[in-house]
């Protein structure tokens, strides 16, 4: 079974600086999709970020970029330029190439310090 | 384009007592998949329906929950006879087309509180 492992239950960073964020999975398999997920206070899941594994590149959107190892079975996000609206929590997630599920890590709650 | 909406946003019910939870995807999705969150976890989930139809319930605890998505009108898990355990934020997502690289949409959640 594919576990999501989030070893960093609370973080915080200095408003307009930069933090990342760590994530780990296990799986067997060499496609599929990995995700970030953002949950503020309004308990609503907004993506903040897609890879698919097949893709060397790693994906940008905005301020928000990762680091996919592969190999290391690794899915960082890294937040540029922190704002106080990224205050939430992040939940980092997989979906397996065929599958219809996600499965979520346990989260990461972010704070961000004016 | 209203995106997924779910009702109500808090259920109070008391031990014993039945637990309906409402999902309206976004329009144009046919597929549904509905999420437990317990506190301070990340979402479990449980169920996958297209129309008329349960494709993978894997998720689903063997006992006392079903969720059905018919034809007309909006999907709905349904949780009986309640215990305090089901205490839970109950999440609901929708997307296009069950292929993994659809983005699943996810509603704002309910909020279910056992007595």
């Known amino acids: 079974a594919q576990t999501v492992t989030q070893s960093q239950p609370e973080m915080s960073v200095q408003e307009a600086e930069t933090v990342t964020l760590s994530c780990t ?5 060499s496609d599929y999709y990995l995700f970030w997920y953002k949950q503020p206070p309004s308990r609503q899941m907004i993506l903040v970020i ?3 594994a097949y893709k060397q590149q790693n994906a940008t959107e905005n301020r928000f970029s990762v680091n996919f190892q592969k190999a290391a079975k690794s899915f960082s996000l890294k937040i540029s330029d922190s704002q106080l ?14 599958g219809n599920q996600f499965y979520f890590g346990t989260g990461t709650s972010l704070t961000v310090i004016p | 384009n209203a995106g ?31 999420y437990r969150q317990l506190p301070e976890e990340g979402l479990k ?7 008329e139809n ?19 009108g909006p999907s709905i898990l349904r949780i009986q006879q309640v215990v305090r355990g089901d205490s839970a934020a109950y999440f609901c997502a929708s997307s296009p087309g069950g292929q993994a ?10 909020r279910l509180t056992v007595l």
């Open chain 2, 101 to 110: 690289y659809n983005e699943q949409f996810f509603g704002p959640g309910t």
């Open chain 1, 50 to 52: 897609r890879q698919e």
């Open chain 2, 4 to 34: 997924v909406m779910q009702n109500p946003r808090h259920l109070v019910r008391r031990r014993g007592q039945e637990a309906r939870l409402r999902c309206s995807p976004m329009k144009g999705h046919s597929h549904v998949y509905w």
């Open chain 1, 85 to 98: 609206g990224d205050a939430a929590m992040y939940f980092c997630a997989y979906r397996r190439f065929t």
């Open chain 2, 45 to 51: 989930f449980m169920v996958y329906l297209q129309k």
């Open chain 2, 54 to 72: 349960i494709i993978d319930e894997s998720g689903m605890p063997k006992e006392r929950f079903s969720a059905e998505f018919p034809k007309e």
């Open chain 1, 25 to 29: 999975y296990d799986t067997s398999e």
